[in-house]
């Protein structure tokens, strides 16, 4: 008959847990091994002073680097790359051991070469594997959140990979393969990345604000200052700021969607969609979104500095002063019907393009956009967008209603910022009425389902060639 099985029998014998082992307890170090701990996997340190090193997560044994490194096959190197030097008394005892170089430097290009292929050199006998230097040793304390999820990985040995590609699963993260350890530069610039694709946007705005704030500056306060010798100067902290905000973001809601229009021309003159978009154009086309997003920016701002208009104390003592000086004078002004209309549609354009702005904005975190089907975000992004550069387009038009042929705004011969802000939507939307043409449309379609115009000279070329 067969024995009864107790549940004791199955603890006694279950199997033990695997040993690894962690070089330094600092930080890191100790994070990783709590982690370790909490995850059913026993740790050994190795340190430099094994009776004197600090706290240590409970359970945890701690032996010189020797003895730590012979009773584990996998070793966690939570060291600084600047004290390697030590390892090189180790190399007989870190023979054939999995050595997880965690390191990271303060900045980029300071190493001829990378920090684990500075360590696969100094002990050729162990298999390097770059792992974890991702993670902070903050989040590996907290376990994986969502920010904090993936753990990027290279090295040389498959197997040596594989382990370590299961101790991270069994942590909880999500693991992906980089490839060999030629891959470590790659993976040690990754935490020293400041912002790479928001650069190009920044520099933008700031260079555009820059600009639009120097010209209305002469224009509006040194002009009046010059002309009629009043003092406006405090017209910059709102009325000045609140003119750069909505030019710098129509401008760069039009260059989002200026490259795609430029590509689009590109690709029926070359009458192909197989060579390459010059560099610029590629880059420019990947900070689409940050170009949107700072354009959405400064819309905002230029929304809030428009609600306080009304309690500003300028613009009280304005209206204050001529209704007084009507009542004075028992003046009554008509009502101007066009001048209601023209105001109103403006305010309504400009409600309508910051609505549908937001909406382009949420659209693109990365929560939303995911949980959209291709065809969903192309018709928000592309289709909504195009409607909301429209809107603020003509919002501005609206805002400058008769002013463009009266010379008298021409100060000094310069147009009136929001003049020179409409050149770029006007010609952005001008440029995609002309693709929007059926001719046109049809062609373009033509090449992106991969038709290809022949080129009679690179033919003949070709066929010399052969
Ligand atoms: P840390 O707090 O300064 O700890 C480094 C440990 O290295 C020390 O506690 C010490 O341990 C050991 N050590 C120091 N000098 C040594 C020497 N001359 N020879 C041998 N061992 C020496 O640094 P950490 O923040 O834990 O960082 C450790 C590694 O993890 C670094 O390579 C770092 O780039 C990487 N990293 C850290 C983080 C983080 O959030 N902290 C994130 C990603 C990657 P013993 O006294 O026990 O020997």
Redesign the pocket.
């Known amino acids: 008959p067969e024995k009864p099985h107790y549940f004791w029998q199955t603890v006694m014998t279950a199997p033990e847990q695997e040993l690894l082992c962690i ?7 100790r994070s990783l091994g709590q982690r370790l701990l909490q995850t059913g996997y026993r740790v050994v ?1 190795g ?3 094994p009776h004197s ?1 600090g706290p240590l997560p409970q359970g945890a044994q701690v032996m010189s680097h020797e003895a730590a490194a012979q009773s584990a096959g996998v070793i966690f190197l ?4 600047e ?1 390697y030097d ?1 390892l090189e008394t180790l190399v007989t005892q870190l023979k054939g051991k999995v050595l997880v170089d ?4 303060l900045k980029k290009n300071v190493y001829p070469e990378a920090n684990a292929e500075y360590l696969q050199r100094l002990i050729p006998g162990a298999h390097v594997v770059k792992a ?7 989040s590996l304390q907290n376990g994986p959140s969502d920010a904090s999820r993936q753990v990027y990985l290279c090295g040389n040995s498959a197997e040596a990979k594989q382990q370590v590609v299961e101790t991270a699963t069994k942590l909880g993260f999500n693991v992906l393969d980089r490839g060999t350890l030629s891959a470590a530069r790659e993976l040690e610039d990754f ?1 020293l990345q400041l912002f790479p694709e928001w650069r190009l946007p920044l520099r933008l705005a700031f260079g555009l604000t820059a600009f639009f704030f120097f010209y209305l500056l002469i224009r509006d306060v040194v002009y009046t200052y010059v002309e009629q010798d009043k003092d406006i100067s405090f017209r910059i902290m709102v009325s000045l700021a609140n003119k750069v905000f909505p030019i710098v973001s129509l401008i760069m809601l039009s260059l989002c969607y200026l490259p795609g229009v430029v590509a689009a021309f590109l690709q029926l003159y070359r009458g192909t969609k197989y060579k390459r978009f010059p560099d610029w154009l590629d880059r420019w086309m990947l900070c689409r979104k940050q170009l949107g997003l700072l354009a959405l920016g400064f819309a905002s701002l230029h929304v809030l500095y428009t609600l306080i208009i009304p309690i500003r104390y300028y613009v009280r003592f304005r209206i204050a002063e001529s209704t007084i000086s009507k009542i004075k004078e028992n003046q009554t002004s008509v009502f101007d019907t066009t001048m209601a209309w023209r105001v109103d549609s403006y305010y309504a354009m400009g409600i309508l393009g910051f609505g549908l702005y937001l909406l382009l904005g949420i659209s693109s975190l990365p929560s939303v956009s995911n949980a959209l089907s291709w065809r969903e975000f192309s018709f928000i992004q592309s289709k909504l967008g195009y409607l909301t550069l429209f809107f603020c387009t003509f919002h501005t038009y609206l805002y400058g209603w008769d002013k463009f042929l009266r010379p008298s705004y021409y100060k000094w011969y310069t147009p009136p910022g929001y003049m020179l802000c409409l050149v770029v939507p006007s010609v952005v939307m001008a440029l995609k009425l002309v693709i929007l043409l059926p001719c046109v449309d049809r062609s373009l379609t033509r090449i992106r389902r991969g038709w290809e115009r022949t080129d009679p000279e690179g033919d003949s070329k070709k066929s010399l060639l052969t």
């Open positions: 070089f330094g307890t600092g930080d890191f170090g340190y340190s430099r002073r090193c939570c060291v600084h790359r004290n030590f965690v390191s990271n430097n974890f230097n991702t993670l902070s040793a903050w935490p």
